[in-house]
């Protein structure tokens, strides 16, 4: 099951706004360093995008071909490369109508070697061109981890500077609907730990939008986690995300709804669960504030205090495997930056630990789903349907 | 089937027809009558296979796994000395023949005070490229500035062709604040972006699709100038190498891909390492027109590399060599390779094959060197490189700034953290920390 518990610590259930309290027993937290925190964890502003009065709706699979289209017509050292992208419009249909627009020369369709063309892209970019580079899925990506590693990520850095890497690879990650292990697995947590990627998780049109256009602009190379089951999901977008100039600042999560009794986080397709929990919840009282994390490295560290030390409980949500996942690092964070303010211990929920199975109904479990989240969230309310005692 | 039953019924023969799938061809295909089957075949046609024409044979042949004959080896220059050529002999200019002379020499000695450093706990790693030296300065000889190397870590005479000082081969080794390396990487991982010479990367075999996307970049500039991405014969086995080639094939890249088969990858020696002859033979695979040259003959590779370069640029495709040496060296600091191979063997290349030697028995015959030069050309060097290294060893480290600076193009927010929290804590304790790191 995906359900887990954490240790209780002994806090105090007092309301812990304002200055934080040192404990005898705490890690040492000496003045200085607190200073750091306050300053560091500036109130976040508003430079949230909020829907407009939006009259347009847009699958992510047009926000992704749109992007990409844009961004190939406002600069011609973008070009994209994977297996089918061109002649077969793309496995999932996401580069449709790009060969025959820009040509064989700027949607390449590669032989069957990850290997070779993410170390190709790699090349390309080492050499001042924009490579977008599309795997079937991040589970295949696995056989050109390598070069996203060790030929794009460090680069930068061990080249002193004189060689950047502006690539984008980009690619379904996480579970799809029974394909069985080796096509479910998600990957955020694994790119997140190496210094060098960006890694970018979009949830909604707006997101896809926005930021693989920054992913694209961007100096350093980016891991685009996408969702194959979201391609076909429809948004609302209003005319500011369909501006060509739209970009989405990376590093920045969305509050997508906003609470006050309990902070859940989720990234891609767990966010429309964690959405629905919330509608669930609301029902029963309980008010929960909803991340859009957008962004896995970096990490809005900001934006995800802020919301916990507003609600002072945590739920944190991924199809991830638990161990070292993006839950882990972000109740770590919580632990760290917004101890005195947590009322309850904090709460991971994520995939289960085993290979997926292939079984519709093994599947199921082996996955959160919404009723999980609600459970969770109940559980760090202890229950209360009364907002926070 | 049908076939062996009419081949033992009487009434088939020469004259009488089977049919076999849509043509009637003659009972005799079946037995072999070599004067039917001629007849026979002509009745044969072509198949539009997927991926073009092919002709059927009715004979069953496997194609050897390699032919009885290996592919020889081009050679220009033999072991006293002596051009077979004389067309080349007027295609090189004497400035062009000493610079690469002066250069093997020079490299050869940085090599061996480098490789002393280490042994002295000087540095922490060193690679040297003994007997290899004519396919370093060759081979940079015979390419143009513009032209973007992307090597494995046993070339770096072609930086020292293109500008790289004595003091810039230091600088990086001996990780101080002047090198360009910023002390990022472990020493020999040069790389120059002034020089068209990609930063070397421990991975073997990476660079090699790397080559190809680079390749990609220039073809799309339609620049006049190719890529040249080194190998040794051990990289042939990685993955990265049939990815590299077959793209190269399949896009028309315009890069040289020079294989230095030096016999050994470490303690494997090439019977360990493939089963085909050499290098050379997998070019054909790909579709790759490749050719297999004497490494140590300075005047074969600068001709090889040279005619490669111009097919890759005014053909647009890839072309492979294969470059027979010997790696006279251990693999590196961390190897002893007595421990594997006979002294006897490593001496007998040393001395017999020394490329540096043949090399200048050619331009002393030339009238363009003599023994007098020799002697100034070694002290001089000799002098440069000790010079390189104490000044090396002298220079500040690289401030602490540098440890952030580089993971992305603008430093993170959760990096300069980092730095400030790193400062302080160093400031609060600062027995804790060497004293030598510029803050």
Redesign the interface.
């Known amino acids: 099951m995906t359900d887990f518990r954490q240790k209780v610590f002994d806090v105090k259930e007092e309301n812990m706004l304002g200055l934080l309290r040192q404990k005898v027993g705490l890690r040492g937290l000496s003045a200085?360093?607190i200073g750091?925190y306050t300053q560091?964890l500036c109130p976040v502003a508003s430079a949230m995008r909020h829907y407009s009065s939006a009259t347009k709706q847009m699958t992510v699979r047009d926000a992704l071909n749109s992007a990409l289209n844009e961004e190939m017509a406002a600069d011609s050292s973008v070009f994209v490369m994977g297996e089918e992208v061109g002649e077969y419009q793309g496995a999932y249909k996401i580069t449709k109508g790009l060969l025959d627009k820009y040509g064989p020369?700027r949607v390449?369709d590669?032989?069957i070697?990850e290997?070779?063309?993410?170390?190709?892209?790699?090349?390309?970019?080492?050499?001042?061109?924009r490579?977008v580079v599309e795997f079937m899925t991040f589970n295949f990506a696995l056989q050109g981890i390598?070069?996203i590693i060790?030929?794009a990520a460090k680069?930068?850095?061990?080249?002193?500077?004189?060689?950047?890497v502006p690539i984008v690879f980009r690619g379904p990650n996480g579970a799809a609907a029974g394909v069985g292990a080796q096509h479910s697995q998600c990957f955020a947590a694994w790119y997140a730990t190496v210094?060098?990627l960006?890694v970018l998780v979009p949830y909604s049109a707006e997101d896809a939008r926005g930021l693989l256009k920054a992913a694209i602009r961007?100096?350093?190379p980016v891991v685009f986690l996408e969702n194959e089951l979201l391609y076909g999901e429809s948004f609302p977008v209003s005319d500011e995300v369909l501006d060509s100039n739209f970009c989405l600042p990376i590093?920045k999560a969305k509050v997508e709804r906003k609470g006050i009794d309990v902070t859940i986080t989720a990234y891609s397709k767990m966010v429309s669960f964690a959405l629905k929990a919330a509608e669930i919840l609301e029902k029963e009282g309980i008010n929960a504030e909803v991340i859009n994390l957008r962004s896995i490295r970096?990490l809005d560290r900001d934006t995800i205090n802020a919301s916990v030390r507003k609600t002072n409980r945590l739920v944190t949500v991924e199809e991830g495997f638990r161990q070292h996942g993006v839950g882990a690092e972000i109740c770590a964070t919580v632990v760290e930056d917004s101890f005195g303010y947590l009322d309850a211990p904090v709460e991971r929920i994520a995939g289960a630990d085993v290979p997926t199975p292939y079984a519709a109904n093994l599947e199921r479990f082996a996955f959160p789903q919404i009723e999980d989240i609600v459970r969770a969230t109940k559980r760090v309310c202890y229950k209360s349907a009364a907002a926070n005692a | 089937m049908a076939a062996a039953a009419n081949a033992m019924n009487p009434t088939v023969g020469p004259t009488t027809l089977h049919l076999h799938g849509l043509l009637f061809v003659p009972h005799c295909m079946h037995i072999g009558n070599p004067a039917t089957i001629l007849f026979a075949l002509t009745l044969m046609q072509d198949m539009d296979f997927p991926g073009g024409k092919i002709s059927f044979t009715t004979t069953k042949s496997f194609l050897p796994g390699s032919s009885e004959e290996r592919v020889p080896c081009y050679r220009v220059l033999d072991e006293e000395g002596y051009s077979s050529s004389n067309i080349l002999e007027h295609v090189i200019s004497k400035e062009v023949a000493l610079k690469m002379y002066s250069g093997m020499v020079t490299l050869q000695t940085m090599d061996k005070f480098f490789y002393e450093a280490q042994r002295q706990g000087r540095l922490s790693f060193y690679l040297t490229s003994f007997g290899e030296e004519a396919i370093n300065l060759a081979s940079a000889a015979a390419l143009s500035i513009d032209d973007?190397i992307?090597a494995q870590y046993r070339e770096p005479g072609m930086l020292l062709w293109r500008g790289f000082t004595l003091q810039d081969f230091a600088n990086q080794c001996f990780g101080n604040n002047a090198g360009?390396?910023?002390g990022?990487?472990m020493p020999i991982?040069y790389?120059?972006?002034n020089f068209n010479f990609?930063?070397i990367?421990?991975?073997l075999a990476?660079q090699?699709?790397?080559?190809?996307?680079?390749?990609?970049?220039?073809k799309?500039d339609k620049k006049d100038s190719c890529v040249v991405a080194y190998l040794g014969d051990g990289s042939s086995s990685e993955?990265?190498f049939?990815?590299?080639l077959?793209?190269a094939a399949?896009?028309d890249a315009p890069v040289v891909f020079i294989c230095r088969n030096n016999g050994w990858a470490i303690s494997t020696p090439v019977t360990d390492q493939f089963r085909s002859d050499g290098i050379v033979v997998k070019g054909q695979a790909y579709g790759i027109s490749s050719i297999r040259v004497d490494g140590n003959d300075a005047l074969a590779i600068y001709d090889v590399v040279r005619s490669a370069r111009e097919i890759a640029i005014n053909e647009q495709r890839p072309i492979l060599i294969e470059a027979m040496t010997y790696r006279v060296s251990h693999h590196s600091t961390s190897d002893d390779s007595t421990k594997y191979r006979s002294t006897d063997e490593i001496e007998y290349w040393k001395t017999i094959h020394s490329p540096i030697t043949r090399f200048r028995k050619w331009v002393e015959r030339k009238g363009w060197w003599s023994d007098k030069e020799e002697s100034e050309l070694h002290l001089d060097v000799k002098k440069q490189v000790k010079h390189a290294m104490d000044e090396a060893e002298k220079q500040e480290k690289p401030p602490l700034r540098?440890m952030f600076?580089?993971?992305?193009?603008d430093l993170?927010?959760?990096l300069v953290?980092q730095e400030?929290?790193l400062r302080?804590t160093i400031q609060r304790h600062p027995q804790d920390f060497p004293k030598d790191i510029p803050l």
């Open positions: 200085p360093v750091d560091r020369e390449v590669t032989p070697t290997a070779g063309f993410t170390g190709i892209g790699v090349g390309a970019a080492y050499h001042g061109l490579p390598d070069h060790n030929s680069s930068n850095y061990m080249s002193a500077g004189q060689i950047n210094p060098g960006k961007d100096p350093d590093g970096p | 973007v992307l360009h390396g910023k990022r990487q991982h790389g120059s972006k990609i930063t990367s421990s991975p990476t090699l699709p790397q080559a190809v996307g680079v390749a990609y970049s220039l799309m993955g990265d049939h990815a590299a077959n793209f399949v896009l540098d600076t580089d993971v992305y193009e993170p927010s959760n953290e400030t929290s302080e």
